[in-house]
């Protein structure tokens, strides 16, 4: 994953303004030896050289860090911040999106139905088969293996369950299907991308996600705990373990890429959206 670094060249330029009398070499011996019209005195006099401001260009490196949020802290945190704004204030205290769209409302304020609920669990599941695939497979982000957040299995169990309770489950939708194959061609083309997927999926489901767990089986399931929303181990643990690990990644891009990286949120967002939004249709 390793890739060169920007290197800020420093320049110095230096201005010398003077009021040396101007003449030539004849002239100087001329007056100065023989003439004698040119005294030390003058030099005396003549003003000090003045350096002007030194233009370093690590001056606009440092203004570049001030405009990436949450730099100092690592990379995850910039990817946070980014994806923090995107929320509604319905939806976080740092929202700063206008509500749009139905599931941008608060939770408390949904109408979820189980049928939709259903198609959200099979369209995630989809999901997240391909990214664990994707992960599984590709040495390049071996790093992201095993970490303990994957959440393919449980929905398997939790798909299983609805079935023994009698409910149809439903076949993948359009949704659930595009975002699968978008990320598998981003897994191979635009790894920068790719990952900002991945954080967005995993750190998403793992805050707002079990808020929406909870008011699921609250108002629909009868406070039956789904294993979606379950995790073997301390989940802040397993969440700082990955965090290590982006950030460790991310030591190895340029600006460049990791301004890339975080672009791709908002598209993030919007596929994720409209896997949301089956939980109110």
């Known amino acids: 994953m390793a890739s060169l670094t920007p290197l800020y060249q420093i320049q110095s330029i230096f201005h010398y303004k003077t009021n ?3 003449f030539s070499t004849h002239q100087f011996r001329s007056n100065f030896f023989f003439q004698k019209k040119l005294s030390f005195s003058s030099f005396n006099r003549m ?37 923090m704004r995107l929320h509604t204030k319905d939806q976080a205290k740092e929202g700063e999106k206008e509500v749009t769209e139905p599931e941008e409302r608060a939770v408390t304020k949904w109408e979820p139905s189980v049928d939709g609920y259903l198609r959200f669990l099979v369209d995630s599941k989809i999901v997240y088969d391909t990214l664990e695939k994707i992960v599984q497979d590709a040495a390049y982000y071996a790093e992201f293996k095993n ?6 299995a449980n929905l398997d169990k939790d798909l299983k369950w609805f079935k023994e309770q009698g409910y149809t489950i439903p076949e993948p939708s359009s949704p659930g299907l595009t975002y699968a194959q978008y990320l598998t061609d981003l897994s191979q083309n635009d790894p920068q991308a790719f990952i900002c997927h991945f954080y967005n999926i995993y750190f998403a ?18 406070d039956q705990a789904l294993e979606f929303y379950k995790w073997d181990g301390d989940l802040k643990q397993l969440l700082q373990n990955v965090r290590d690990k982006l950030n460790k990644v ?26 949301l939004r089956l939980i109110l249709s």
């Open 20 to 22: 040396y009398p101007q």
């Open 250 to 275: 991310a030591e190895e891009w340029t600006r460049e890429e990791k301004d890339h990286c975080l672009e791709e949120t908002e598209k993030s967002f919007k596929f994720s959206g409209e896997i």
């Open 47 to 83: 003003p000090p050289m003045k350096q002007s401001t030194v233009i370093v260009s690590a001056t606009s490196a440092a203004a570049e860090k001030k405009r990436h949020p949450g730099e100092s802290k690592g990379f995850v945190e910039e990817m946070r911040f980014v994806a």
């Open 205 to 222: 489901h793992s805050a707002g996600g079990r808020m929406i767990g909870k008011k699921i089986a609250g108002q629909l399931l009868n």
């Open 147 to 152: 970490t303990g957040l994957e959440r393919s």
